[in-house]
Each structure stands twice: as structure tokens, then as C-alpha cells.
Nanobody, 118 residues
Framework: QVQLVESGGGLVQAGGSLRLSCAAS????????MGWYRQTPGNEREVIAV???????KYADSVKGRFTISRDNAKNTVYLQMNSLKPEDTAVYFC????????????WGQGTQVTVSS
């Protein structure tokens, strides 16, 4: 089992920055890729950034060049640095960890609200 706790959301003006954190605990040795997703009311959760165990990263086009995902393995923590925020970035942001065994197990944080005012 893996537990994820997010922090760092809040209200920011357009053009501002926020950094989200996701601390993992439990069976952290089993974690593979970790990522950040976001969801707005009435829409599906969408992946915006992923970091793999070799530290390669992938981003959704909507955040590429503005958001940076990173991980600190010593702290079992993943970060999402969000710069040049736009009102359309307003959403609930979720941390995800995948444990890949004979199947893929997804673990989720509780979500943190990010609101960008215009």
C-alpha cells in the first residue's frame, strides 16, 4: 500500500507561481512512475505531468514550458512547480503513483485546489 499526501495548492493571480508537493509513504520501494493530474467539474481527470524512475518526464501540451515535475527520492516526495499560471489552470490537482506488478495499481492523493484569478 502507498499513501500520498498533497500540499501547496491555493489562490494565485494569473502569471503567478505555485509549487505542489506530494509526499509518499508506505511501500515506497514499489513505486514506479509518479504524476500529477487535474480535474475540473464535469470533466475527466487529465494527466499533466509524469516522472519515471529514470527521471525522464512527460508533459501535457497545455502545461509544457510552464510546469516542471521533479522528485526527491530521499524524501519520497514529488513536486510540481507551476509558473505563468493561467485562469484555465484552475482545477483540483491530484498526485498519482503507479505500482507495476502483474497489474498496474494506481494510488491517489486527496487532491488540492488550485485557483488562478484573472
Amino acid at each position: 500500500q502507498v499513501q500520498l499526501v498533497e500540499s501547496g495548492g491555493g489562490l494565485v493571480q494569473a502569471g503567478g507561481s505555485l509549487r505542489l508537493s506530494c509526499a509518499a509513504s508506505g511501500s515506497v520501494f514499489s513505486i514506479g512512475p509518479m504524476g500529477w493530474y487535474r480535474q475540473t467539474p464535469g470533466n475527466e481527470r487529465e494527466v499533466i505531468a509524469v516522472i519515471f524512475n529514470d527521471d525522464t518526464t512527460k508533459y501535457a501540451d497545455s502545461v509544457k514550458g510552464r510546469f516542471t515535475i521533479s522528485r526527491d527520492n530521499a524524501k519520497n516526495t514529488v513536486y510540481l512547480q507551476m509558473n505563468s499560471l493561467k485562469p484555465e489552470d484552475t482545477a483540483v490537482y491530484f498526485c498519482n503513483a503507479k505500482v507495476i506488478l502483474t497489474a498496474v495499481f494506481n494510488y491517489w492523493g486527496q487532491g488540492t485546489q488550485v485557483t488562478v484569478s484573472s
